[in-house]
C-alpha cells in the first residue's frame, strides 16, 4: 500500500491528542501537533488528584504525573509540536489553516486531521454573576493549580457532578473555606467517594438548591441560595445567605465542536455527553472519513477515556495512510477498546456507554 | 442508634443527598467491621460502595486479600483472614476510601489517608470527626507516615476513646 506522505494535523496537545499523535509517531507516520496553549497537556496539568481506573489506565497516579509523562513520550519520540499555534479554519478539503502567535497565519495540507478540542465550561445566568469572583470550577482549578493564587478566602461551589466535588477539595487543600457545594438535582452528582471526602472536611452538601442571586458592590460579597421544586424553580421563603467572597459554577461542559462544524462532520445531539457533538464510528472517524473526533469534543467523559480514544483514532488513522497493515491495527486496537469498554460500566459508565452506542449506530445510519 | 444490617432504611442512605455514607449504609454494605473483629485485629474499612471503575486497592494488597476483579466496576471485597493490616491499600485508593481501625481496652486507634498541609505530628492532639466532619472526640497522633511510594498522601494513625470508633472517619483541618 502506498503511503501517505501529508502529515497528519493533530488540533489540540490535551490527553487525546497527546495520544493520537503518539501512536501516530509510533507507526512512522508524519504528524503535526497543534495547541492554541503556550504550553500542552490540556487539562492535566490542573490535576492534581490520583485517577481512578485500573493501573493499565494509570489509575492512582496524579493526573499533572500522567500529562508530564505523554509530554515526555512525545519530546522522545521527536512530535513536532506546534504550541502558540490556533487553528482558525479548515475545510473538506483538509486544508488547515493555522495562526502562530496571533502573528503569523499559514495553511498546510493534511492527509487525516485528528480533532482533540475538548469542550467548553458552562454557565448558569443569575443576578450579579458578572460580578468579579463569580468564576468557572474550571477557572478556579487553573488559578489554585497552575498560576498558585488562591481566588478567594471563602467559596460557594454550584454543582455537585465530579468537577464541583474535586474543585471543591483542591480549594480545601489550596487553603479555601467552602462553604457549601449546592445541586438542583435531588441526588448528588459525582462519585461518593469524591463527595465523602469533601463532606468529612465539614464542608455541606445541599441537594435540591440553586443559587439565586450573587450580591455585593466591587466583587462578590455574598451568595442568596434557595431549595427548588420538581421543576427546579426556587421555593419562595427558602431563601439562605452564605457570606462568601467566590461563586464557582461546576454545571457541566459542552463540546468544542467549531472545528468539527467547519469540516463539515455531522452532528448529533446527545444529552447525556454534553450536547451537539460529531458523529464517529468505533475508530472515533467522523461522518468525514479523514477527520477524527477524539476526547471530549466527542463527548464529555474523563481523561482515561480521552487518552484511549486518541490512541484509537491515532492508530486507525495511521492504517489509514498505510503505515501499518489491518493485522496491526486490529490487534493494537483492540486492547485499546478493551481498556476503554472497562472505563464505561457501573452506574456511571454504562450511561456513558449506551450514549456511544447510540452515536455509533447514528453514524452507520447516516453514513454507513 | 444504627439500623439493625438486615433492615436498611432507604431514609438512612445518605451517601448521594448528604455527601457521605451513613453507618447504615455502610453496614448493608457489609464494610463495617464488628467491635469484636476490631478487638481481634486491626481491621481494614473500604467504604467504597458505588460501582466506579477503579482498582488500585486490588492491585496495592501484597496479600491478595482485597478483590475487585472483572469488570473493575465490581466492589473492592475484603477477606479479613489474608489481611495483614500493612496499610498499603489506604494511599493506594484515589478515593481516600480506606481507612483501618483497631480496639484495645477502652482505647481505638485509626489510620486514615491526608492530603492537607500542614501535616500533623507524633504528639499533637486533634479533633476527630465523623463522616459529616462533625467534630465528635479529641485524639492523639501516634504517627504520620509519608514515605515516597504514598505519593504525597500521608497516613495518619490517631488514638482515641473506642467508644466512637464506628463514627470517626478522619481528623479536623487544623
Redesign the interface.
Known amino acids: 500500500m502506498e503511503r501517505d506522505t501529508k502529515p497528519a494535523v493533530v488540533v489540540g496537545a490535551g490527553p487525546a491528542g497527546l495520544c493520537a499523535a503518539i501512536e501516530l509517531k509510533r507507526a512512522g507516520a508524519p504528524v503535526l501537533l497543534m495547541d492554541e496553549n503556550a504550553k500542552p497537556g490540556g487539562q492535566l496539568f490542573k490535576q492534581i488528584h490520583k485517577f481512578f481506573g485500573s493501573q493499565e489506565h494509570r489509575a492512582g497516579v496524579r493526573g499533572f504525573e500522567i500529562g508530564r509523562d505523554l509530554l515526555r513520550e512525545s519530546l522522545d519520540l521527536g512530535i513536532d509540536v506546534r504550541l502558540d499555534t490556533e487553528v482558525v479554519g479548515l475545510g473538506p478539503d483538509l486544508k488547515v489553516w493555522a495562526v502562530e502567535a496571533r502573528q503569523r497565519s499559514y495553511t498546510l495540507e493534511a492527509s487525516r486531521i485528528i480533532l482533540a478540542t475538548g469542550a467548553t465550561e458552562n454557565a448558569v445566568p443569575f443576578p450579579g454573576w458578572t460580578l468579579p469572583g463569580v468564576m468557572t470550577a474550571g477557572c478556579a482549578q487553573t488559578m489554585i493549580n497552575v498560576h498558585r493564587v488562591l481566588p478567594g478566602k471563602r467559596v460557594l461551589m454550584v454543582g455537585s457532578g465530579n468537577v464541583g466535588v474535586i474543585v471543591a477539595y483542591q480549594l480545601l487543600q489550596a487553603g479555601a473555606e467552602v462553604a457549601a457545594v449546592i445541586e438542583a438535582a435531588p441526588a448528588l452528582g459525582g462519585y461518593g467517594v469524591h463527595t465523602a471526602k469533601v463532606r468529612r472536611a465539614g464542608v455541606p452538601m445541599l441537594v435540591r438548591t440553586t443559587i439565586v442571586r450573587a450580591e455585593g458592590t466591587e466583587g462578590v460579597e455574598r451568595a442568596v441560595i434557595a431549595e427548588v421544586d420538581g421543576k427546579f424553580q426556587p421555593q419562595s421563603g427558602t431563601e439562605r445567605t452564605l457570606e462568601v467572597d467566590t461563586i464557582c459554577l461546576a454545571v457541566g461542559l459542552t463540546p468544542s465542536i467549531e472545528l468539527a462544524s467547519l469540516a463539515g462532520c455531522k452532528t448529533v445531539y446527545v444529552p447525556e455527553l454534553g450536547g451537539h457533538m460529531p458523529l464517529h464510528d468505533e475508530f472515533m472517524r467522523s461522518s468525514v472519513p479523514a477527520v477524527y473526533v477524539v476526547g471530549d469534543i466527542a463527548g464529555v467523559e474523563e481523561a482515561s477515556t480521552a487518552m484511549e480514544e486518541g490512541r484509537l483514532a491515532g492508530i486507525h488513522a495511521a492504517y489509514s495512510m498505510g503505515y501499518l497493515d489491518s493485522g496491526e491495527m486490529e490487534k493494537r486496537t483492540a486492547d485499546t477498546r478493551r481498556r476503554l469498554r472497562a472505563l464505561r460500566q457501573g452506574v456511571f459508565g454504562e450511561k456513558r456507554f449506551t450514549a456511544k452506542e447510540r452515536v455509533l449506530a447514528e453514524k452507520e445510519k447516516e453514513c454507513p | 442508634m444504627p439500623m439493625s444490617p438486615d433492615a436498611p432504611d432507604t431514609s438512612d442512605r445518605t451517601?448521594?443527598?448528604?455527601?457521605?455514607?451513613s453507618l447504615a449504609e455502610l453496614r448493608a454494605a457489609g464494610v463495617v467491621p464488628s467491635r469484636e473483629e476490631m478487638a481481634a485485629k486491626p481491621c481494614v474499612c473500604v467504604?467504597?460502595?458505588?460501582?466506579?471503575?477503579?482498582?488500585?486497592c486490588e492491585?496495592?494488597c501484597p496479600q491478595g486479600a482485597l478483590t475487585v476483579g472483572?469488570?473493575?466496576?465490581n466492589l473492592p471485597v475484603l477477606d479479613r483472614e489474608k489481611c495483614t493490616a500493612c496499610g498499603l491499600c489506604i494511599p493506594?485508593?484515589?478515593?481516600?476510601?480506606v481507612v483501618i481501625k483497631s480496639l484495645e481496652g477502652d482505647r481505638a486507634k485509626i489510620r486514615f489517608p491526608w492530603?492537607?498541609?500542614p501535616y500533623p505530628a507524633k504528639g499533637d492532639e486533634v479533633e476527630l470527626?465523623?463522616?459529616?466532619?462533625?467534630p465528635v472526640c479529641g485524639g492523639t497522633v501516634i504517627s504520620v507516615l509519608n514515605p515516597v511510594r504514598n505519593?504525597?498522601?500521608a497516613v495518619v494513625t490517631v488514638e482515641f476513646p473506642g467508644e466512637y470508633v464506628d463514627d470517626v472517619?478522619?481528623m479536623?483541618?487544623p
Open positions: 451517601l448521594k443527598t448528604l455527601g457521605a455514607p467504604e467504597c460502595i458505588e460501582e466506579i471503575p477503579c482498582n488500585p492491585t496495592s472483572q469488570p473493575i466496576t493506594a485508593c484515589p478515593g481516600l476510601a492530603e492537607y498541609l470527626v465523623d463522616r459529616l466532619g462533625t505519593n504525597r498522601t472517619i478522619s479536623r483541618r
